[in-house]
């Protein structure tokens, strides 16, 4: 039962109606201030005045009950998917949706939910008048005036007493709070019997110490963080093998296959594939084969490919493979950088071996160090070799698109930039790393930092783009913070970077077809020519031949008479060849005279005795 009370009041008992008008300030009171109350005036310092809306008691308490706390942690799975469905799969989520768009209660379920989402949408999309929505800067900042520079962080250096090589840096996939380091001794039988073989993982907020030690039979060459469970890495050893570890079981690693299923030099590079499972990966080596794994089963390779350029799968033809690429939105691509300076573009979902291999570039007078295509756009890639870096459009594979100037020290590794799409990091022998901004100038680097005295021998960037570790001979990683225009995307930099690639792409496309019509011209003139005109020039070329040939008889015969002329001083003996040309019955008539004559001339008794000696003196 609701009980309902109207209260009523006249309206003549309100009140006069409030009228409000801008008028001017009126002054109604004025005190003048009065100079004797200042005698009663109590100067304190300091002045603290406790102001409480309760009373003010001499003594009292107060008794509540203890709050019980307890932690409890929740794992939260995107879109409240069911445990057998991954999130990351699209193919997943597809399948289950399809199933649940078929239950009879779906329809009833979004017809419920329907009214409340809208609500929240209303409330969401509900405009405050009072906000300002201007006074923020744009997501895509201006260029940054500051000065371009990079200043080191932190050094991680090997704890061991005979140090190491860096060989591979990986960063931590969840945030980048850790760094796998690969330490390897990468000269040849330079290693000594007392060198350690662990690899390290290091915290960032703990760089004194190694935050886990990763122990293999042999040192490891490259180790690589796998991106769907960063508990796993996958790392190939010095002798050939490749193994994964789990750090949530210790220091040893959980699997490595037997040696003879492995590669036969040491393993350059290992990179994860992105599958469903997450548990693939692929490995090159300077024994000219690609491997592909499946740690969930690894006693022998899932598959294999011979670097044998002429397509026959002859092992002893295979170029080595030093560096290796693979892009997640291009799964069937990938590219291998070999020792002859080749990069080789592969297909794996060919059918045969043969067509595997795509197409091939060729650029570099040594091994292709570091592959890595442009996190922006993935047509163009960057290499590293000799002593430049190039960059290349898959379009092309005559030419680079831009090449770097050549160094006097050795280019040993490189990157790109993770945030910017013409910016990219190389390191030389030199220990200097050089950064490229490729929309500011091609000809010399934006700025270069002088790491270390040793030789920088590998580089990576966090995914934020903020930092960047470069390792050296000496063991030591160095962390570097850059300065915010080297990370920042400035306003129209994708724009200018893709005017600027598409533009040398077609310079180097009319560069191509310019030079094969010239060899095409060359080839119909010489196939054009008249048959009479052909002898002619034949003759005129086969004179030319004869003078130049006889010019260099004699140049060779006088050269040879002045070096007998010196020995026979030197050694004061007589030359058994001038008293034989002394005689005039074995003198040079019978033997050189009548081929002087042939061509038309009697020859001089000097020119005799020079064609005398050529034809005695190696009897």
Same mark, same amino acid.
């Given at each position: 039962?609701?009980?309902?009370?109207?209260?009523?009041?006249?309206?003549?008992?309100?009140?006069?109606?409030?009228?409000?008008?801008?008028?001017?300030?009126?002054?109604?009171?004025?005190?003048?201030?009065?100079?004797?109350?200042?005698?009663?005036?109590?100067?304190?310092?300091?002045?603290?005045?406790?102001?409480?809306?309760?009373?003010?008691?001499?003594?009292?308490?107060?008794?509540?009950?203890?709050?019980?706390?307890?932690?409890?942690?929740?794992?939260?799975?995107?879109?409240?998917?069911?445990?057998?469905?991954?999130?990351?799969?699209?193919?997943?989520?597809?399948?289950?949706?399809?199933?649940?768009?078929?239950?009879?209660?779906?329809?009833?379920?979004?017809?419920?939910?329907?009214?409340?989402?809208?609500?929240?949408?209303?409330?969401?999309?509900?405009?405050?008048?009072?906000?300002?929505?201007?006074?923020?800067?744009?997501?895509?900042?201006? +260029?940054?005036?500051?000065?371009?520079?990079?200043?080191?962080?932190?050094?991680?250096?090997?704890?061991?007493?005979?140090?190491?090589?860096?060989?591979?840096?990986?960063?931590?996939?969840?945030?980048?709070?850790?760094?796998?380091?690969?330490?390897?001794?990468?000269?040849?039988?330079?290693?000594?019997?007392?060198?350690?073989?662990?690899?390290?993982?290091?915290?960032?907020?703990?760089?004194?110490?190694?935050?886990?030690?990763?122990?293999?039979?042999?040192?490891?060459?490259?180790?690589?963080?796998?991106?769907?469970?960063?508990?796993?890495?996958?790392?190939?050893?010095?002798?050939?093998?490749?193994?994964?570890?789990?750090?949530?079981?210790?220091?040893?690693?959980?699997?490595?296959?037997?040696?003879?299923?492995?590669?036969?030099?040491?393993?350059?590079?290992?990179?994860?594939?992105?599958?469903?499972?997450?548990?693939?990966?692929?490995?090159?080596?300077?024994?000219?084969?690609?491997?592909?794994?499946?740690?969930?089963?690894?006693?022998?390779?899932?598959?294999?490919?011979?670097?044998?350029?002429?397509?026959?799968?002859?092992?002893?033809?295979?170029?080595?493979?030093?560096?290796?690429?693979?892009?997640?939105?291009?799964?069937?691509?990938?590219?291998?950088?070999?020792?002859?300076?080749?990069?080789?573009?592969?297909?794996?979902?060919?059918?045969?071996?043969?067509?595997?291999?795509?197409?091939?570039?060729?650029?570099?007078?040594?091994?292709?160090?570091?592959?890595?295509?442009?996190?922006?756009?993935?047509?163009?890639?960057?290499?590293?070799?000799?002593?430049?870096?190039?960059?290349?459009?898959?379009?092309?594979?005559?030419?680079?698109?831009?090449?770097?100037?050549?160094?006097?020290?050795?280019?040993?590794?490189?990157?790109?930039?993770?945030?910017?799409?013409?910016?990219?990091?190389?390191?030389?022998?030199?220990?200097?790393?050089?950064?490229?901004?490729?929309?500011?100038?091609?000809?010399?680097?934006?700025?270069?930092?002088?790491?270390?005295?040793?030789?920088?021998?590998?580089?990576?960037?966090?995914?934020?783009?903020?930092?960047?570790?470069?390792?050296?001979?000496?063991?030591?990683?160095?962390?570097?913070?850059?300065?915010?225009?080297?990370? +920042?995307?400035?306003?129209?930099?994708?724009?200018?970077?893709?005017?600027?690639?598409?533009?040398?792409?077609?310079?180097?496309?009319?560069?191509?077809?310019?030079?094969?019509?010239?060899?095409?011209?060359?080839?119909?003139?010489?196939?054009?020519?008249?048959?009479?005109?052909?002898?002619?020039?034949?003759?005129?070329?086969?004179?030319?031949?004869?003078?130049?040939?006889?010019?260099?008889?004699?140049?060779?015969?006088?050269?040879?008479?002045?070096?007998?002329?010196?020995?026979?001083?030197?050694?004061?003996?007589?030359?058994?060849?001038?008293?034989?040309?002394?005689?005039?019955?074995?003198?040079?008539?019978?033997?050189?005279?009548?081929?002087?004559?042939?061509?038309?001339?009697?020859?001089?008794?000097?020119?005799?005795?020079?064609?005398?000696?050529?034809?005695?003196?190696?009897?």
């Amino acid at each position: 039962m609701e009980i309902v009370y109207v209260y009523t009041k006249i309206r003549n008992e309100f009140g006069r109606q409030c009228n409000f008008s801008d008028r001017p300030a009126e002054l109604h009171v004025d005190i003048i201030p009065d100079p004797k109350l200042s005698e009663y005036f109590i100067n304190r310092n300091p002045c603290d005045v406790a102001v409480q809306c309760s009373k003010v008691l001499s003594e009292h308490e107060a008794n509540t009950v203890r709050f019980q706390t307890e932690n409890r942690g929740i794992n939260h799975v995107e879109g409240g998917w069911p445990k057998d469905v991954n999130p990351m799969e699209l193919e997943h989520t597809i399948r289950y949706r399809k199933k649940v768009e078929k239950d009879e209660n779906y329809i009833n379920t979004i017809m419920q939910l329907g009214g409340l989402m809208e609500h929240c949408i209303k409330q969401n999309n509900a405009i405050n008048i009072y906000q300002e929505y201007f006074d923020e800067e744009d997501d895509i900042m201006d +260029t940054v005036q500051e000065a371009l520079s990079a200043k080191t962080t932190n050094v991680f250096r090997d704890p061991n007493r005979i140090k190491r090589t860096v060989s591979h840096l990986s960063w931590h996939p969840d945030g980048a709070r850790k760094l796998a380091i690969a330490y390897c001794c990468l000269e040849f039988q330079r290693g000594s019997p007392e060198m350690s073989l662990d690899s390290y993982i290091w915290d960032l907020e703990h760089p004194s110490k190694p935050d886990m030690a990763l122990k293999p039979f042999t040192p490891l060459v490259c180790l690589e963080y796998n991106p769907k469970d960063p508990h796993i890495l996958a790392g190939g050893c010095y002798n050939g093998q490749i193994g994964y570890w789990d750090t949530r079981k210790g220091s040893q690693a959980v699997e490595m296959p037997a040696i003879e299923h492995c590669h036969r030099d040491p393993v350059y590079k290992v990179i994860w594939l992105q599958s469903k499972t997450g548990t693939d990966c692929f490995s090159t080596s300077t024994d000219g084969q690609v491997l592909w794994w499946d740690i969930r089963k690894m006693s022998e390779p899932v598959e294999r490919l011979i670097l044998d350029t002429s397509k026959k799968e002859d092992l002893d033809n295979a170029l080595g493979g030093i560096s290796l690429e693979f892009e997640t939105t291009m799964p069937t691509k990938f590219m291998v950088g070999t020792e002859a300076g080749l990069i080789i573009l592969g297909n794996r979902k060919a059918k045969t071996p043969s067509e595997k291999i795509m197409g091939i570039f060729s650029g570099h007078h040594g091994p292709v160090y570091a592959l890595q295509r442009n996190p922006f756009f993935p047509k163009n890639f960057l290499s590293i070799g000799d002593w430049t870096a190039r960059v290349w459009s898959e379009d092309i594979k005559d030419a680079s698109i831009l090449c770097t100037k050549y160094h006097l020290s050795n280019l040993t590794d490189g990157c790109w930039s993770t945030m910017k799409a013409s910016v990219f990091f190389t390191t030389k022998m030199d220990g200097t790393l050089d950064v490229w901004d490729l929309s500011f100038k091609h000809n010399d680097p934006t700025l270069s930092i002088k790491v270390c005295d040793n030789p920088l021998y590998s580089i990576r960037m966090q995914d934020n783009g903020q930092y960047i570790v470069c390792g050296s001979h000496d063991g030591s990683a160095t962390l570097l913070e850059l300065s915010a225009g080297l990370y +920042t995307l400035d306003k129209y930099e994708k724009s200018l970077a893709v005017a600027m690639y598409d533009r040398e792409t077609k310079r180097e496309k009319i560069l191509e077809s310019r030079h094969r019509e010239m060899r095409l011209k060359e080839r119909a003139k010489t196939e054009g020519k008249d048959e009479e005109q052909q002898p002619r020039e034949g003759v005129a070329a086969s004179q030319q031949e004869i003078e130049q040939v006889e010019e260099d008889f004699f140049e060779t015969i006088k050269a040879e008479k002045t070096r007998l002329m010196k020995r026979k001083k030197k050694q004061d003996v007589r030359c058994p060849k001038a008293e034989i040309w002394g005689s005039r019955a074995g003198g040079w008539d019978q033997e050189v005279g009548g081929a002087l004559e042939g061509r038309g001339r009697r020859a001089t008794e000097g020119e005799g005795y020079e064609m005398f000696l050529q034809l005695r003196l190696f009897e």
